[in-house]
């Protein structure tokens, strides 16, 4: 079974400031994709970037990027100049037809 | 407005008793999912489907049942068996199991 670890529960970072959030995952597939969701208070479930398995260039969306390290099974969110409305819990997920999500980070933006 | 729509918001069951939410998605999507959120942890996969007539269990199946008589509907049915019912549950669904997923905005049960 797959398994997606994300190693620290909280992290707290001053506004415009930056802030990398670690996953990990283990798989025998060689074919899936991974994202990272947002989770706001309201607890609506947001899709911030995907990653490919198969393409080696690491997935940018605006001031989200991820480092992808695919023989490492590592997949780590940096959120660069992070604002104060980034204030969430994020989700690494990891799908190869089954969808499972890690533990979560709680991460608060300080202004 | 293409979405997915969990019904209801807010759901209160008394002990002993089946509850049924509800899910339907009108995205065309051929996966679905229903997970298990408990007061500042992750989500734990209950059952999944990936096309009408035809569902797995995840990690957390015992206490659980669904179906998927239509594409567009994955409802799941909280049995007397699920021993601690009371939590956040949130409806997905992907156009592939291997594709993300759209959410809905989730079922707040609370046993009474």
């Known amino acids: 079974a797959q398994t997606v670890t994300q190693s620290q529960p909280e992290m707290s970072v001053q506004e415009a400031e930056t802030v990398t959030l670690s996953c990990t995952y283990d798989t025998s597939e060689n074919n899936y994709y991974l994202f990272w969701y947002k989770q706001p208070p309201s607890r609506q479930m947001i899709l911030v970037i995907r990653q490919e398995a198969y393409k080696q260039q690491n997935a940018t969306e605006n001031r989200f990027s991820v480092n992808f390290q695919k023989a490492a099974k590592s997949f780590s969110l940096k959120i660069s100049d992070s604002q104060l409305g980034d204030t969430a819990m994020y989700f690494c997920a990891f799908n190869d037809y089954k969808l499972s999500f890690g533990a979560g980070t709680t991460v608060t933006v300080r202004a | ?112």
């Not at chain 2, 089946?18 to 996969?45: F, I, K």
């Not at chain 2, 019912?85 to 707040?108: D, V």
């Open chain 2, 1 to 112: 407005d293409g979405g997915i729509t969990q019904s209801p918001k807010y759901l209160f069951r008394k002990e002993g008793q089946n509850v049924t939410l509800s899910c339907e998605q009108n995205l065309n999507h051929d996966a679905m999912y229903w997970y298990r959120q408990d007061p500042g942890q992750g989500l734990r996969l209950i059952y999944y489907s990936q096309i009408v007539n035809d569902f797995q269990k995840g990690d957390i199946a015992e206490g659980y049942s669904v179906s998927r008589e239509k594409k567009e509907s994955f409802p799941l049915t909280v049995t007397s068996a699920q021993k601690n019912p009371t939590a956040f549950y949130l409806c997905a669904s992907s156009a592939a199991l291997n594709t993300e997923a759209f959410f809905g905005q989730g079922t707040r049960l609370t046993v009474v």
